[in-house]
């Protein structure tokens, strides 16, 4: 048996362009040096799931769209050879396929799909449209970045912090840049689910994990271990029991 090395795999446009919308700003802005490791979103078409996720080091988000067809067999089987077909993409260009694929609010009837062609030995994606926005049929190629063994194992990790959550019943902080929370802000518009931030793990370690939904989770460091962190809120929260009495006293 020969590893598959094409596949055509289609998934629903609106599934996945909530997806995209979910995962894209957790990538690296950066395109350069070390940042181009991070500077990339990854797709793995998995048995039943196309899964998407991106990191920028300090945050990572990973959202599942469900495939409706898969050339690889039956759906849900993947061949004994074969695993997880995996295409990493530049940040522009996943851009560029939410521009390009948009669907039909006109007409809900219509099975609204984006079919991926996947070619690890040429190296490209097409994704072509099928009865949405577009005619019927019109699509995009894109390269295939080269795979990198530095990219983090967005899965693996997330599974960890998802079995981590309740390990330790002793509370701790989540001190992070608010800039970096806000990445998280287009998962929740994408699946109009609330956020819901969870620690990870015992009370010493950085992790918190990010749900919003059924269908997108992340996970986001915290820097509440810092010595400089620790000694300014202790200092700030002085500060506050200071004016802050059990009753506030007539000024």
Request: hydrophobic letters at 40%; glycine letters at 8%.
């Amino acid at each position: 048996m020969t590893v598959t090395t094409k596949a055509t795999v289609r998934v629903s446009t609106a599934d996945l362009r909530d997806a995209l919308n979910a995962v894209i700003p957790l990538a690296k802005k950066t395109s350069t040096g070390d940042d181009e490791i991070e500077h990339r979103v990854r797709l793995i078409f998995a048995a039943s799931w196309l899964l998407i996720c991106a990191t920028n080091g300090q945050a990572t988000g990973l959202a599942k769209v469900s495939i409706v067809e898969d050339s690889r067999g039956v759906l849900g089987v993947l061949e004994p050879d074969d695993g997880p077909m995996i295409v990493d993409l530049r940040p522009r260009r996943v851009k560029l396929i939410l521009q390009q694929f948009k669907p039909r609010a006109t007409d809900p009837t219509v099975d609204q799909a984006i079919q991926f062609s996947i070619d690890t030995t040429a190296k490209t994606l097409q994704a072509t449209d099928v009865g949405g926005f577009w005619s019927d049929g019109e699509s995009v190629v894109f390269p295939i970045e080269e795979a990198v063994d530095a990219f983090p194992d967005i899965v693996s990790l997330t599974g960890r912090a998802l079995n981590g959550i309740g390990t330790s019943q002793v509370g701790k902080p989540l001190v992070t840049d608010s800039t970096l929370l806000s990445l998280f802000r287009p998962a929740g518009k994408a699946y109009g689910h609330p956020l819901q931030v969870e620690s990870t793990g015992n009370a010493d370690s950085r992790g918190f994990v990010v749900s919003c939904g059924a269908r997108f989770l992340g996970t986001v460091e915290s820097r509440h271990q810092d010595d400089d962190s620790l000694k300014s809120r202790d200092k700030w929260r002085n500060s506050w029991r200071d004016l802050l009495p059990a009753r506030l006293a007539a000024v």
